[in-house]
């Protein structure tokens, strides 16, 4: 990820942390930028979904091979562990997006390319029906634990933790699925 695009992404989840979405205006992020090819504040999402990819791959290049379930878990909760890092600024934007559900429309291929990033990160299969079926079953996951995780106050997040090795072992037995 380039570097801009990565200073961009900070300074707009910074902004989050002070104001809510609706008060962001996108002169505000891209101030003082050099260059910039980031025209409107879905750019900005969009951005700040890709920074938090990149964060992914980066945290997880060492992860040990092991059953899709305990790779799945990991990936989870380094997701997880990063959205964390930026807790107020996400809550902020979910409560946006809950209630502006046609700018989460505008972001979700890029949402997609994350679900399918965390797949395949997990040794998990992404191509043909099974991988679609793959692909929506780890959607939902994600909805769900997000869901869990805007609720969960504990530092450790033991509550969502708990909540997703339940979840993955009910999507284990299973046995189409992974």
Request: glycine share 2%; charged share 25%.
């Amino acid at each position: 990820m380039q570097i801009n695009k990565i200073s961009l992404a900070k300074k707009t989840l910074l902004l989050l942390e002070k104001k809510s979405w609706k008060n962001i205006s996108i002169s505000s992020v891209i101030k003082n930028e050099k260059k910039t090819i980031i025209k409107n504040k879905i750019e900005l999402l969009i951005n700040i979904n890709r920074y938090f990819d990149y964060l992914l791959k980066k945290n997880l290049s060492n992860l040990e091979d092991s059953s899709k379930k305990d790779m799945l878990f990991e990936v989870f909760m380094a997701r997880l562990d990063i959205l964390n890092s930026y807790r107020k600024s996400i809550k902020n934007l979910l409560k946006y997006l809950s209630s502006n559900p046609q700018d989460f429309a505008k972001i979700f291929p890029s949402f997609a390319e994350s679900i399918i990033l965390m797949a395949t990160i997990s040794n998990i299969k992404v191509n043909g029906i099974k991988g679609l079926a793959n692909i929506k079953v780890i959607m939902i996951l994600y909805f769900l634990i997000i869901y869990t995780w805007n609720k969960d106050e504990t530092e450790s997040l033991e509550k969502t933790m708990t909540t997703l090795d339940n979840y993955l072992t009910n999507v284990d037995k299973l046995s189409f699925v992974f």
